[in-house]
């Protein structure tokens, strides 16, 4: 098949969630399809990706967002209640044009698009070949965001946006022939609040190869990881929570204990918890297998978030125990024991951290059948078949 990706982001590296998905997927795909793919960048440092990119991709069509163009975006979205803020944000007619030619021009099979953000961006003769795949229902998580946070002014800006997204939704989505969520709790989310639209759920992946399990040397000290993008504000208020509420209490009973915080772009109020015992904040890490590896435990502390959690995804498939909240549980169709654990109160969090690192083998031989699990339903071929069979689906 001939494929259009059409992306708000460059795909590369592909270190966070969006743009994992469109490079693993174009990378399983690309032996046997001719791939397209044009996207936005936003920096120099972003175009010289371009080479690594066209390994995968037949043609790369980079087309500049710069800032001040982003912000203008979003300032003139106050007057257009209809719009949600980060739809605004990305609005380009350079793109619309650029991509309509590219599309005549191709003739694809199929374009694939990414966020509810770039669904204004498919011409309407084009929609009936294109899936819309949503990296979560972002409806929902900032309805989740809105009720989380206690600042009034910050609570007042969420629920307006969620206002917008929702009704942006309802508009945009019924456009397209199916739209894609990455996991049955989100689709199930999209299919109740705008139940014209046709759902299917496209999972999120993991190269099975980088995170494959290792032989793993007990450390002398036990090691509870948190790993992601560390100016994401979900993740954030996971460590500042696991940090002040439930790491001292693990600390008192095992003084030896170290949170790891490894993920790129740590903000200031993340940066900070390094000061404090124990508690160890890495940056970017190019390979978070390595970090993975020496963990006793993954922690995911989620308190609001839409969306499958890829730390929960690579370290069940390197065999590591987990404990999460329902954020980083549904979706993953395990079940609560098999080698992760939900828990949903803080005493909870902690008095099953405490459990695991009592009982390191049995943890160990629980997360071990879960990661077999995980490495065959969750492989990015596996989530490539998926999609061709969408677009199969949508040419019928």
């Excluded at 139940?195 to 190269?207: A, C, K, R, S, Y």
């Excluded at 980088?210 to 036990?222: D, H, L, N």
């Excluded at 002040?244 to 170290?258: G, K, N, R, T, W």
């Excluded at 009982?359 to 339903?377: D, S």
Aim: some cysteine.
């Amino acid at each position: 098949m001939k494929l259009v990706f059409v992306a708000n982001r460059i795909p590369y590296p592909p270190f966070r969630g969006d743009k994992l998905k469109i490079f693993n997927l174009a990378r399983c795909l690309a032996p046997e399809h001719e791939l397209h793919l044009i996207t936005f960048y936003e920096t120099e440092k972003e175009r010289t990706y371009e080479s690594d990119l066209k390994t995968v991709f037949t043609s790369v069509t980079l087309i500049p967002l710069p800032k001040w163009r982003c912000l203008l975006n979003t300032a003139l979205t106050v007057f257009l209640p209809s719009t949600p803020f980060q739809v605004g944000y990305f609005r380009s007619k350079k793109f619309r044009q650029i991509l309509q030619k590219t599309l005549d021009q191709l003739q694809p099979d199929g374009i694939h698009v990414q966020h509810l953000r770039m669904a204004q961006q498919i011409p309407k003769g084009y929609r009936p070949i294109t899936l819309l795949d949503l990296p979560d229902a972002i409806s929902m998580y900032y309805e989740r965001r809105a009720n989380h946070t206690g600042t009034p002014w910050t609570k007042l800006a969420l629920r307006s946006e969620t206002k917008r997204l929702k009704r942006y939704e309802h508009q945009i989505l019924p456009l397209f022939p199916k739209v894609l969520c990455c996991s049955a709790e989100d689709g199930q989310h999209i299919q109740t609040l705008h139940p014209q639209t046709q759902v299917g759920i496209l999972e999120n992946g993991v190269d099975t190869i980088t995170y494959a399990p290792r032989k793993q040397e007990r450390p002398a000290s036990p090691k509870l990881l948190f790993t992601g993008n560390m100016e994401y504000a979900p993740n954030v208020d996971a460590v500042q929570y696991f940090a002040d509420e439930i790491f001292p209490s693990i600390q008192a009973l095992y003084p030896a204990v170290v949170f790891e915080i490894a993920g790129q772009k740590p903000i200031p109020q993340v940066l900070a918890l390094a000061n404090r015992p124990g508690i160890a904040v890495t940056g970017f890490i190019p390979n978070l297998a390595d970090a993975y590896a020496t963990a006793t435990i993954v922690v995911a502390p989620l308190r609001f978030g839409a969306g499958t959690q890829n730390k929960v995804l690579e370290a069940l498939s390197m065999n590591i125990p987990v404990v999460c909240t329902p954020i980083g549980f549904h979706g993953i169709g395990l079940i609560h024991g098999e080698g992760i654990w939900c828990e949903d109160t803080t005493e909870s969090l902690r008095n099953r951290i405490l459990y695991l690192l009592s009982e390191p083998e049995k943890a160990k031989m629980l997360a071990e059948a879960a990661g077999h699990t995980i490495r065959q339903r969750f492989n990015w071929h596996t989530i490539a078949e998926q999609l061709l069979v969408y677009f199969e689906e949508i040419h019928q």
